[in-house]
């Protein structure tokens, strides 16, 4: 059994770690142990309500409580802020039952307010076999009006007693995404959040915490996220007492929800884990999960792709489109896909978003003729948009100059010439779906990258029928919406989720979208260093890298497809100027991925030698049958002399042996001895591990 219940105490057991919680003596929701799985259901510390300190200190300053409120004496960030009708901003939850569904590893814990009709309900689900807990909170209300939400994050962590506390996140921006952070935390708070509308380039929900001490594969690691696609806020707060909790969620900035009598609000998923090997096994964990149970598709063969915007950009029409796809097919690709400045009047990016249907000029026949040829090249065909978008050059935007987000009265900014269309609206919504609904019917579509090209201003929406600050989630509840709705409608295509690269990298998009793209800067050295840190939230299933051109001068065409080969390669460069030497080198390089993506997708991945702390690195892919696997190595610039370090591999099955560069040891000999290598400057090597 995996939760064990004794009265009103529960303990989440998963296959080597533990949550506990419990009601105090004093009736108190209580957090009790997040960590290592104990030997015993009762070695686990019991609930206990703290003592008054001092009458500045009282004791709930220091309660542990599984779902903190506004309330009483406690001075640290809640989780959940409401204003009752009546102006009180007290809530007072406290415990009335709990069930358990055993079947489905889900334990849900009813809170009722001592004063109103106010009803909580604490959720969680636990994921064994990943040591994953799964948490979200639903709240209704019964009274006879509508209360203010202001606040409701959908989880707080609370972690042991440490000595230090080290915060890991990730930061960054356009182009320069997925950058990582470890730092210790002092008393206080550290907020990370976006109120972009979007997750944002700039940061992510994500976070992991340890004792300063954690490295790749030794120490404990506590992390978690949140699968939310709008503003989300994570707030790391060490108290006086020197405890640290965590909280996260929707970001309660600008944010209000009028909830209705009888209505119900449920919050965002959060997930949190813990590994006792240190940061590899915090990544392995959520890999496995995320690609056995959260993909839309699951662990389907990932298609080599080319996609035509660097190549063409806005400049495409059905001639060039064909031309393209024929150098691709020749290499070997599988999937084609026809990029922006395909719709109606769009040759550069000031008209045309919102009027999806094809270009006149550029393709006169519709679409038709040039998927036919893609098909008859072998291929599938994938297209792009930017469906929440639109240009005030359009007729969409010309009919409806009301669907955008916006303040009347005051300007509309512009950001790449455009304006963000109101999706917290059913009209909206509903004209999304028919008209892409449309296009994905009358076209064998297979393969759909979903654009957002900009963040939120002027977060107004006018003619909303209750509060408007309800457009945050109302808004990323309408993205789902549509998606989910062509979706079901077109199960079988798949989908990349793209915000000019980075900007929407979740777990949220990640249960409509089975790739995505995570950065518009495809520089290889660059993207060794993105694709690292992405690798520690999400597995290279997802992860979507093209070879391009850029920096080709320094960097050598088989190096770009290493560092591609990583993820779901794709080829985004110039094809069509390539010479037939790279050609024929980029033929050899995608049938090599073809006998590696399956190791390289959904095989353990083992980081060897950090790309972002040096210039030579290493990564090790293996089956988890721990049969094959696929090493690269990178080595960008660094100053003569320089000796090219001893590469030790991981994940090798200590008693068997395995042949690496023409010689056959142990897999704990491997281990020991490593490999050495020779790299110049630009240099790369794939490196196959075979088991004898
Ligand atoms: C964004 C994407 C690019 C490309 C362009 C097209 O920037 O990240 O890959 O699709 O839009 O306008």
Known sequence: MSIIIDKNSWVLEMDSCAYALGLSPNGYLTHRYWGPRLQHADD?????????????????????????????????????????QDGVRDVRLRFVDAEAEQDKDILKIHLTDLSYELHVILCYQIHSRYDLIERWVEIYQEGMKP????????????????????????????ADEMKMHHEILGPGKKVLASRRLITGHNGNPWFALDDGTATEYTGKVWFGTVAWSGNWKTIAEISENQMLQILSGINDWDFNWQLQPGERFTTPHAIGGFSSEGFHEASQKMHDYVREEYLPHGK?????????????????????????????????????????GWFNRRNDDRAGLGDWWPDEKKFPEGLTPLIDEVKKLGMDFG????????????????????????????????????????????????????VLDKLLSENDIRFIKWDMNRNVSEPGWPDASGDARELWVRYTMGVYHVWQTLR?????????????????????????????????????SARLCIQENYLQLFPAATM?????????????LAFRFHVSMCGVLGI?????????????????????????????????????????????????????????????????????????????????????????????????????????????????????????
């Open 572 to 692: 985004g460069g110039n094809i069509a100027n390539w010479s037939d030497t790279e050609r024929e080198e980029a033929k050899h390089w995608i049938s090599e991925y073809k006998k590696y993506r399956e190791i390289i997708h959904w095989g353990d991945r083992y980081l060897l030698r950090s790309a972002v702390e040096y210039a030579v690195s290493a990564v090790l892919y293996i089956s988890q049958d721990q049969q094959n696997g696929v090493l690269f190595a990178f080595r960008t610039y660094c100053a003569e002399p320089v000796e090219t370090p001893t590469i030790y591999p991981r994940g090798l099955a200590a008693n068997q042996l395995y042949e690496i560069v023409g010689q056959i040891k142990s897999g704990s000999a491997w281990e020991e001895v490593g490999i050495r290598l020779s790299l110049s400057n630009f240099s790369s090597v794939l490196i196959p591990i075979n088991r004898i």
């Open 147 to 174: 209360i203010d939400v202001s606040r409701i994050f959908s989880s707080i962590w609370h972690l042991p007693d440490l000595e230090t506390y080290r915060l890991s996140y990730t930061s960054g921006k356009w």
């Open 544 to 556: 979507e890298s093209w070879v391009t051109d850029q920096n080709e001068a320094v960097i050598p």
């Open 44 to 84: 686990y510390p019991l609930p206990k309500d703290p003592d008054e300190e001092d009458s500045f200190n009282l004791p709930e300053n220091r309660r542990l409580l599984e779902y903190p409120t506004a309330e009483g004496a406690d001075y640290r960030d809640p989780c959940l802020c409401i204003r009752f």
């Open 300 to 340: 389907i063969t990932r298609k080599i792709l080319y996609n035509s915007w660097e190549a063409t950009t806005f400049d495409v029409d059905v001639h060039s489109q064909i031309a393209l796809a024929k150098n691709a097919a020749e290499m070997g690709v599988e999937l084609f896909v026809l990029d922006d």
């Open 488 to 524: 079901q409608r077109h199960p079988n295509i798949i989908f990349q989720s793209c915000s000019g690269g980075g900007g929407r990298v979740d777990l949220g998009i990640m249960k409509y979208a089975d790739q995505v793209w995570p950065s518009d800067n495809t520089e290889a």
């Open 383 to 434: 297209l792009w948009i930017e469906p929440e978008m639109v240009n005030p050059d359009s007729d969409l935007y010309r009919l409806h100059p009301d669907w955008v987000i916006h303040f009347p009265g005051l300007d509309r900014t512009l950001a790449r010439n455009q304006l963000i269309l109101n999706l917290a609206k059913n009209e909206v919504q509903e004209y999304l779906i028919s």
